[in-house]
């Protein structure tokens, strides 16, 4: 299994541009690709680097497939927390990818349905590329510490590390819902490539954990280490080098 290929670029910006630069060519190469895009900060430079292209006819995502990430569990319609209307904001409406192309993750969590999802989603051939970001605590999607390297898509209960973390989106941290639904490790970790973006200091330290530490449940972003495609890890100097 290939280790991940890291790529440490100057600031933000240059991490947007590097990114588009992987999602662009993977793109053009098929456009029919399925494609997991991460909601949070970091990616949010990619995505308008991408709506930029794609105003300048550079850039064609009409094709893809896009399978939803993650999302608090359970919010009424309209909730201005939920991560599908992050994701709508962000990357669908710029990129004009119609609604009809995303496989949604059942808002309830519920069991079976996660378990259908998963099965649809193999059916459909997996995941061609997912983009994601990294929790401080070391997640990935929601897939919180202690998580599984063959943990299904399923309800999470956030931690408090995150509960925190996300507290800056939506005012404090009471305005955070407790639970989650998320992709599996299982399905991620299956993908055939894997871009994880990270930027500014605060991931400093989990981003050398999951490089370079234990791998285990603890740390689930340890678990690319074994993941079956590609890895290519981007970040910028302030997530990598010490001030
Ligand atoms: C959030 C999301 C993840 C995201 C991560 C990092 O809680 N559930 O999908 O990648 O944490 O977020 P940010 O990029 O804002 O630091």
Known sequence: M????????????????AAADVVAAFVAADPDRTVVPATGETPLGLYAELAERHRAGRFDASSLTIVQLDDYRGLGPGDRRSLYGWMDRA????????????????????????????????????????ILGVGENGHLGFNEP???????????????????????????DTDVPTEA?????????????????????????????????????????SFLRRAEGEVTVIVDRAAWEPA
């Open 146 to 172: 202690p998580s599984a390297a063959g943990s299904p898509t399923r309800i999470v209960a956030l931690t408090r590390a995150t509960i925190a973390a996300n507290a800056r989106y939506w005012g404090s």
């Open 2 to 17: 290939p280790q991940p290929a890291v790529e440490v670029v100057d600031d933000a910006p240059a991490l947007a541009r």
């Open 91 to 130: 990357l669908l409406r710029p990129l004009a990818i119609a609604d009809d192309r995303v496989l949604r993750l059942p808002a309830d969590g519920d069991p079976d349905a996660c378990a259908a999802f998963d099965r649809e989603l193999e059916a459909r051939g997996g995941i061609d590329l997912a």
């Open 181 to 221: 639904v998320t992709l599996g490790l299982r399905p991620l970790l299956a993908s055939r490539r894997i871009l994880l973006l990270a930027s500014g200091p605060r991931k400093r330290e989990i981003v050398h954990r999951a490089l370079d530490g234990p791998m285990g449940d603890d740390v689930p972003a």
